[in-house]
Protein backbone atom coordinates (compact mmCIF):
# COMPACT_ATOMS: atom_id res chain seq x y z
CA UNK A 1 0.00 0.00 0.00
CA UNK A 2 2.76 2.35 0.76
CA UNK A 3 4.22 1.67 -2.49
CA UNK A 4 0.74 2.80 -4.32
CA UNK A 5 1.05 5.90 -2.10
CA UNK A 6 4.42 6.72 -3.17
CA UNK A 7 3.76 7.04 -6.70
CA UNK A 8 0.75 9.12 -5.87
CA UNK A 9 2.83 11.60 -4.86
CA UNK A 10 3.64 13.47 -8.08
CA UNK A 11 0.06 12.98 -9.65
CA UNK A 12 -0.89 15.18 -6.82
CA UNK A 13 1.77 17.65 -7.38
CA UNK A 14 0.28 18.07 -10.61
CA UNK A 15 -3.07 18.56 -9.10
CA UNK A 16 -1.77 21.67 -7.47
CA UNK A 17 0.13 23.13 -10.09
CA UNK A 18 -3.25 25.23 -11.63
CA UNK A 19 -3.82 26.52 -8.46
CA UNK A 20 -0.39 28.11 -8.30
CA UNK A 21 -0.66 30.03 -10.85
CA UNK A 22 -4.34 31.79 -9.18
CA UNK A 23 -2.34 34.75 -7.37
CA UNK A 24 -1.34 35.93 -11.24
CA UNK A 25 -4.83 35.45 -12.49
CA UNK A 26 -5.98 37.22 -9.65
CA UNK A 27 -4.00 40.66 -10.30
CA UNK A 28 -4.99 40.56 -14.05
CA UNK A 29 -8.38 40.51 -13.44
CA UNK A 30 -8.09 43.84 -11.29
CA UNK A 31 -10.60 46.08 -11.72
CA UNK A 32 -9.29 48.86 -13.98
CA UNK A 33 -9.42 52.55 -12.58
CA UNK A 34 -12.27 54.51 -12.82
CA UNK A 35 -12.76 58.22 -12.89
CA UNK A 36 -12.69 59.51 -9.49
CA UNK A 37 -9.70 57.25 -8.52
CA UNK A 38 -6.53 58.65 -7.61
CA UNK A 39 -3.35 57.16 -9.49
CA UNK A 40 -0.56 56.05 -7.51
CA UNK A 41 2.57 58.43 -7.67
CA UNK A 42 5.21 56.02 -9.97
CA UNK A 43 8.18 55.89 -11.68
CA UNK A 44 8.91 54.40 -15.48
CA UNK A 45 12.25 54.37 -17.66
CA UNK A 46 11.50 55.85 -20.94
CA UNK A 47 12.65 55.00 -24.18
CA UNK A 48 15.79 56.49 -23.44
CA UNK A 49 16.72 54.76 -20.23
CA UNK A 50 15.78 58.20 -18.44
CA UNK A 51 13.35 57.84 -15.10
CA UNK A 52 10.26 59.88 -15.58
CA UNK A 53 7.93 60.39 -12.42
CA UNK A 54 3.89 60.38 -12.94
CA UNK A 55 3.37 63.74 -10.96
CA UNK A 56 0.28 65.74 -9.56
CA UNK A 57 1.33 68.12 -12.20
CA UNK A 58 0.40 65.93 -14.98
CA UNK A 59 -3.24 66.75 -16.62
CA UNK A 60 -3.00 64.32 -19.42
CA UNK A 61 -1.75 60.50 -19.65
CA UNK A 62 -1.84 59.26 -22.87
CA UNK A 63 -1.26 55.19 -22.92
CA UNK A 64 -1.53 52.11 -25.23
CA UNK A 65 -1.27 48.41 -24.95
CA UNK A 66 -0.86 47.67 -28.76
CA UNK A 67 1.13 49.20 -31.68
CA UNK A 68 -2.40 50.55 -33.29
CA UNK A 69 -2.72 53.00 -29.94
CA UNK A 70 0.64 53.56 -30.41
CA UNK A 71 0.15 54.86 -33.63
CA UNK A 72 -2.99 56.70 -32.58
CA UNK A 73 -0.73 59.31 -30.32
CA UNK A 74 2.26 59.58 -33.10
CA UNK A 75 0.13 60.79 -36.07
CA UNK A 76 -1.55 62.86 -33.52
CA UNK A 77 1.76 64.47 -32.62
CA UNK A 78 3.14 64.81 -36.06
CA UNK A 79 -0.24 65.89 -37.98
CA UNK A 80 -1.35 67.92 -35.17
CA UNK A 81 1.50 69.51 -33.13
CA UNK A 82 0.58 67.89 -29.99
CA UNK A 83 2.67 69.99 -27.98
CA UNK A 84 1.63 68.94 -24.47
CA UNK A 85 3.73 65.91 -24.27
CA UNK A 86 6.64 67.87 -24.84
CA UNK A 87 5.89 70.50 -22.23
CA UNK A 88 5.22 68.11 -19.11
CA UNK A 89 1.53 68.43 -18.95
CA UNK A 90 0.81 65.05 -20.80
CA UNK A 91 3.20 61.70 -20.49
CA UNK A 92 3.16 58.81 -22.57
CA UNK A 93 3.15 55.29 -21.59
CA UNK A 94 3.02 52.16 -23.40
CA UNK A 95 3.39 48.33 -21.99
CA UNK A 96 5.38 46.46 -24.14
CA UNK A 97 5.15 43.42 -22.14
CA UNK A 98 4.30 41.64 -24.63
CA UNK A 99 6.29 42.18 -27.02
CA UNK A 100 9.01 39.68 -27.71
CA UNK A 101 12.34 41.15 -26.13
CA UNK A 102 14.53 40.99 -30.00
CA UNK A 103 12.05 42.89 -31.23
CA UNK A 104 11.95 45.57 -28.64
CA UNK A 105 16.04 45.97 -28.74
CA UNK A 106 16.01 45.79 -32.65
CA UNK A 107 13.40 47.36 -34.05
CA UNK A 108 11.13 48.88 -30.80
CA UNK A 109 12.95 51.00 -29.00
CA UNK A 110 15.44 52.82 -32.07
CA UNK A 111 11.98 54.05 -33.70
CA UNK A 112 10.83 54.84 -30.35
CA UNK A 113 14.51 57.07 -29.61
CA UNK A 114 13.53 59.09 -33.23
CA UNK A 115 10.44 60.45 -31.76
CA UNK A 116 10.23 64.33 -30.46
CA UNK A 117 8.70 63.49 -27.14
CA UNK A 118 9.17 60.94 -24.38
CA UNK A 119 7.40 57.24 -24.43
CA UNK A 120 7.25 56.02 -20.72
CA UNK A 121 7.75 51.80 -20.96
CA UNK A 122 6.00 49.64 -19.04
CA UNK A 123 8.06 46.44 -19.48
CA UNK A 124 6.66 44.10 -17.07
CA UNK A 125 2.94 45.30 -17.40
CA UNK A 126 2.52 45.93 -13.81
CA UNK A 127 2.58 49.74 -13.48
CA UNK A 128 -0.26 49.82 -16.19
CA UNK A 129 -1.94 46.61 -15.40
CA UNK A 130 -5.13 48.67 -14.37
CA UNK A 131 -4.94 51.53 -16.94
CA UNK A 132 -8.42 51.16 -18.63
CA UNK A 133 -7.58 50.11 -22.61
CA UNK A 134 -9.44 49.14 -25.31
CA UNK A 135 -8.23 47.05 -28.62
CA UNK A 136 -6.44 49.26 -31.40
CA UNK A 137 -7.25 53.05 -29.69
CA UNK A 138 -5.34 54.89 -27.48
CA UNK A 139 -6.20 55.72 -24.17
CA UNK A 140 -6.31 59.14 -22.85
CA UNK A 141 -7.24 59.96 -19.14
CA UNK A 142 -7.54 63.68 -17.94
CA UNK A 143 -5.65 64.31 -14.45
CA UNK A 144 -6.07 66.36 -11.97
CA UNK A 145 -3.33 65.87 -8.77
CA UNK A 146 -3.32 62.20 -10.42
CA UNK A 147 -7.07 62.12 -10.11
CA UNK A 148 -8.96 60.85 -12.43
CA UNK A 149 -11.64 62.94 -14.00
CA UNK A 150 -12.25 61.54 -17.64
CA UNK A 151 -11.22 58.88 -19.13
CA UNK A 152 -11.60 58.40 -22.89
CA UNK A 153 -10.48 56.23 -26.26
CA UNK A 154 -9.34 57.71 -29.42
CA UNK A 155 -9.30 55.37 -32.64
CA UNK A 156 -7.89 58.26 -34.83
CA UNK A 157 -5.07 61.25 -34.73
CA UNK A 158 -8.66 63.71 -34.90
CA UNK A 159 -10.41 61.90 -32.24
CA UNK A 160 -7.14 62.70 -30.18
CA UNK A 161 -6.88 66.59 -30.73
CA UNK A 162 -11.31 66.67 -29.90
CA UNK A 163 -10.89 64.92 -26.59
CA UNK A 164 -7.27 67.48 -25.84
CA UNK A 165 -8.24 70.47 -27.37
CA UNK A 166 -12.37 70.45 -27.99
CA UNK A 167 -11.93 71.33 -31.46
CA UNK A 168 -12.35 69.41 -34.49
CA UNK A 169 -10.71 69.40 -37.95
Given at each position: MS???RNLRPLAFCLWLPF???PSVAEEAAEAWRVGDTLPAF???DCHGDLHCLEPATNWLFYSRDRAGDEILDLAVKEHA??????GEAVYMADISGMPGIITKLFAL????????PILLDHEGEATARLPH???QLTILRLQGLRI?????????????????????
Open positions: HWILALSLELGQLNSPAMRKRDYREETGIAYAADANEVMFLVTGQRE
